[in-house]
């Protein structure tokens, strides 16, 4: 998987949102953050300039020092928040949704619609941090990605 330039963000991939909203999360990805581990993930807003949604888990989220929007959400936390349901929050919006052992996630037309994405999307998996991974669907490391000589693989 790509570089984009020296010192610059790793990309695992690229994810095509499909007809019925599924989106598969690259394997490296999946692996390297064990996102399929706990059956449910939690997605949050993407930057201003990336768009998206930014995944991660429980047990990544809890103990890191964001683990306060699990604390201060109870909702989100339990998942008695409603499936796919986003709870603003600070500037950002989150959720909770399954998670298939391949890495599979499903996004419901309402989750669609408040991350501003539809299907037939790309998606650019994208390493944010130990936390979570973005998959970003614009700005310039989307437009690095497309001129991009080398294989960038597609899930």
Known sequence: MP????GG??????????????????????????IA????????????????FC???RGLLEPS???????ENPA?????????AFLPYKGCAYCWT?????GTLCLSRSMMECLALSPGDTLLAIRSSDIA??????????ERARRYEGEIPVF
């Open 65 to 71: 020092q964001l683990g306060h929007i699990l604390s």
């Open 76 to 84: 989100l936390l339990h998942g008695t928040l409603p499936h796919g």
């Open 9 to 34: 963000k790793f990309i695992f991939g690229k994810s095509v949102i499909r007809a019925d909203g599924t989106v598969r999360i690259p394997p490296q990805a999946v692996q390297e953050y064990q």
């Open 98 to 102: 399954d998670c298939s052992e391949d």
């Open 55 to 57: 995944v991660t888990r």
């Open 133 to 142: 991974f973005t998959m970003g669907v614009k700005g310039p490391l989307l």
């Open 3 to 6: 570089q984009m330039n020296k």
């Open 37 to 52: 581990a706990e059956g449910r993930v939690y997605l949050f807003t993407g930057s201003r300039s990336t768009g998206g």
